[in-house]
């Protein structure tokens, strides 16, 4: 008997601008996966339900739902799938908006579409990397993290984490007691040289201190360490 076809893995693109979702489209099928196309905001929500999709790529301008909404009500059915978010707008507080609702990374249009492409290479990289130390669970402070589950419990209460928080977690637990630059992070974590900023690490410190720390501003188990990047201090 012949061997059974590799799966290929889904990519949803939810983006109502013909010619990205044409050249998008074409470069995810020649790159071997299924791409998947919705050109409004609750088609991909309704697509993202019955397809299961392994990666979303997300516009934040929709011609019906806000991108924001989207993403949360994505999260809400399916807190754990990689999602990345195109956007037009530049600004730091746009970006941060995008990961408070639960984007994963973002890449700001124009973009190339090698850069994209090789984003999505990397969240494949890192999801089918297996380290079973790290399949255990661990305590924070007050706060027991679960990364196989994706899950952190805090006070009798369950969080989900989104990939790039886990992944960043796990890292900081591996090295824990240690300095971890913000250089190694994002060449360990997104795996794209030069791609992601040094900004995308400390926003998504900012996200896990709010889930682990009694008080964010005043962090005992994140801590900065200037001009170097973060240490995790169980």
Not at 218 to 229: A, D, K
């Amino acid at each position: 008997m012949g061997e059974a076809p590799k799966r290929r893995q889904t990519i949803l693109l939810i983006e109502d601008e013909p010619d990205i979702v044409m050249g998008l489209s074409d470069a995810l099928e020649f790159e071997g996966f299924r791409a998947l196309c919705a050109r409004t905001g609750a088609a991909g929500i309704d697509l993202t339900r019955s397809e299961r999709p392994d990666c979303i790529l997300l516009d934040l301008m929709l011609p019906d739902i806000n991108g924001y909404h989207v993403c949360e009500a994505i999260r809400a059915h399916d807190p754990r799938v990689p999602l990345i978010m195109l956007t037009a707008k530049s600004q730091e507080t746009d970006k941060i908006r995008g990961l408070e609702a639960g984007a994963d990374d973002y890449v700001t249009k124009p973009f190339s579409i090698g850069e994209l492409l090789a984003r999505i290479r990397a969240i494949f990289r890192r999801i089918g990397r297996s380290v079973p130390a790290l399949d255990e669970a661990f305590t924070i402070g007050a706060a027991r993290v679960n990364p196989q589950k994706q899950l952190l419990v805090r006070h009798r209460q369950e969080l989900v984490l989104t990939f790039y928080e886990n992944e960043l977690l796990k890292l900081l637990w591996e090295r824990r007691g240690e300095p971890v630059s913000r250089d190694e992070i994002l060449d360990k974590i997104w795996g794209v040289e030069a791609f992601p900023t040094n900004r995308t690490v400390d926003n998504f410190v900012a996200k896990l201190r709010k889930k682990i720390e009694a008080n964010p501003a005043e962090p005992r188990h994140i801590l900065t360490v200037y001009g170097t990047g973060y240490k995790l201090v169980p």
